[in-house]
T-cell receptor, first 115, second 111 residues
Framework: KAGVTQTPRYLIKTRGQQVTLSCSPISGHRSVSWYQQTPGQGLQFLFEYFSETQRNKGNFPGRFSGRQFSNSRSEMNVSTLELGDSALYLC??????????????FGNGTRLTVT | QKEVEQNSGPLSVPEGAIASLNCTYSDRGSQSFFWYRQYSGKSPELIMSIYSNGDKEDGRFTAQLNKASQYVSLLIRDSQPSDSATYLCAVEGTSYGKLTFGQGTILTVHP
């Protein structure tokens, strides 16, 4: 079974631009979560989607948004990029609602650099 | 107080020794507990999950959970140089898909 796939692997953007990251979950997984990892803050939760609905959201500004499609694939968008948005963005998938004891499995991440 | 705290590192152990990693959490409603391993430049990889009090063993790894003490640990027996990585403790409360991570403990196993 293929793992969580994230594209692209690397991105370099300029301040003020926007960026869209993509995530394809493990087949059969309906929940997709996004995390930001930086050396200073560690891993922080951005949001979680299930059946195209955002169920949970972390403490990030509105510049960070996401969506999920009917095939469970998800995208994350960051608008008006700031230098501090430089980070590794990780997508994780799990079986989702009603499935107890379903751990998250992470993709390889997208390394975003904002200059 | 941080929501999830791990023992400060880095931790260095000789090959063949037992490595002990500890984690405490503040939310008593937490339901699920995970240990992830992250090699430098890579994404976190799930190595253990535990949901009820007690011990859970998987090969050289043993996770221990004590909800009353809000404490979870990971023991790595017969440590190998390939175990050298950052170990992340993660806790899930009642929000699906939302894990709260500790800052991680860097483990180095030297030959």
């Amino acid at each position: 079974k293929a793992g969580v796939t994230q594209t692209p692997r690397y991105l370099i953007k300029t301040r003020g631009q926007q960026v869209t990251l993509s995530c394809s979950p493990i087949s059969g997984h309906r929940s997709v979560s996004w995390y930001q990892q930086t050396p200073g803050q560690g891993l922080q939760f951005l949001f979680e989607y299930f059946s195209e609905t955002q169920r949970n959201k972390g403490n990030f500004p509105g510049r960070f948004s996401g969506r999920q499609f009917s095939n469970s694939r998800s995208e994350m968008n960051v608008s008006t990029l700031e230098l501090g948005d430089s980070a590794l963005y990780l997508c994780a998938s799990s079986l989702g609602a009603g499935e107890d004891n379903s751990p998250l499995h992470f993709g390889n991440g997208t390394r975003l650099t904002v200059t | 107080q941080k929501e999830v705290e791990q023992n400060s590192g880095p931790l260095s152990v000789p090959e063949g020794a037992i490595a002990s990693l500890n984690c405490t959490y503040s939310d008593r409603g937490s339901q699920s507990f995970f240990w992830y391993r992250q090699y430098s430049g890579k994404s976190p990889e799930l190595i253990m999950s535990i949901y009820s009090n007690g011990d859970k063993e998987d090969g050289r790894f043993t996770a221990q959970l004590n909800k009353a003490s809000q404490y979870v640990s990971l023991l790595i027996r017969d440590s190998q140089p390939s175990d050298s990585a950052t170990y992340l403790c993660a806790v899930e409360g009642t929000s699906y898909g939302k894990l709260t991570f500790g800052q991680g403990t860097i483990l180095t196993v030297h030959p």
